[in-house]
């Protein structure tokens, strides 16, 4: 999963960043070979590691924003906090299911697809890589989750901004094979659907775990649940400024897309690894 140009330049970041590479790789071949090992205690062990080791590396590179006077250093931290708990709660899911093997998928799905991005796009603004990505001006509800999907969408599957078509309105015909839900609260009111093809979902794990996968099994469906709370989270961020507030809701699966947002704003995103589509209904 580690790849050479997640690199910050700064080495004991750096260092700390491929240890939990290095350990997600490992909890990934516990699972590939759960029937040969005593994966419970592996995965217990695993999950301790990530935790302490996670609430350690945070508690540094935010040191380091600090002394050198990172200006996002508190949006930074909100992320850092938002996915301790989110480690904190699969930990107590996994306890509580004596370590149930969906349950491990669904977490692991969820920890390569945060750590992946954060890595390749948030922690490179540290040192003044990807910084003018973003468009600090307040952006529309629509151009801002358009904007956000497109630079997630580009982080996470390596593609160009050319390779990626959008269309608006959506395409109200499009139907996925995984959908979720996200709620807006704060000074925007409303809810955002996405929606995933299969192979659009089968390339984004392939991107984040190097293989092909055999099915849309936990793992998928709970990299596309953090994929989509990933662009939810950059979008209420870019909505957010001059006294207003935009946060999210946790994301949930749906089997009725187009029955939570009887709504033409949106738009889809095709590639040639897979297509989209995120809805928006906003009060």
């Known amino acids: 999963m580690w790849k050479e140009e997640y690199r910050l330049g700064v080495e004991t970041i750096d260092s700390q960043h491929q240890q939990l590479f290095e350990m997600v790789d490992n909890l990934l071949l516990v699972i590939d070979d759960s029937k040969n090992r005593d ?63 969906r349950t ?26 990807n910084a003018a990505k973003d468009n600090e001006s307040l952006l529309t509800c629509l151009e801002s989750f358009s904007a956000s999907a497109v630079n997630v969408i580009m982080t996470m599957m390596g593609l160009a901004s050319e390779e990626i078509v959008r269309t608006m309105p959506p395409k109200m015909e499009f139907k996925g094979d995984i959908s979720y839900k996200i709620g807006l609260v704060g000074d925007m009111i409303g809810k955002t659907v996405f929606q995933y093809s299969e192979k659009f979902a089968r390339s984004i794990i392939k991107s984040l775990i190097a293989k092909d996968i055999d099915e849309l099994d936990e ?10 709370n990933i662009i939810g989270g950059k979008a209420a961020m870019m909505m957010s400024g001059d006294g207003k507030l935009c946060d999210i809701t946790t994301p949930s699966l749906i089997s009725d897309p187009l029955g939570q947002a009887v709504s033409t704003d949106g738009f889809n995103i095709k590639t040639n690894k897979g297509d989209m589509q995120i809805l928006l209904l906003v009060d």
């Open 39 to 101: 994966y419970k205690k592996e995965c217990a062990s695993a999950v301790n590691f990530l935790y302490d080791y996670t609430v350690k590396h945070f508690k540094f590179e935010e040191g380091y924003q600090a002394s050198i006077g990172y200006k996002d250093i508190e949006a930074h931290k909100l992320q850092h906090k938002r996915f301790i708990i989110t480690v904190e709660n699969f930990a107590k899911k996994m306890t509580d299911t004596d370590y149930d093997m």
């Open 219 to 228: 793992i998928a469906y709970s990299a596309m649940a953090e994929t989509s």
């Open 104 to 129: 491990v998928k669904a977490f692991s799905g969820s920890l390569v697809a945060w750590l992946n991005y954060h890595v390749a796009e948030t922690d490179q603004k540290i040192v003044g890589k």
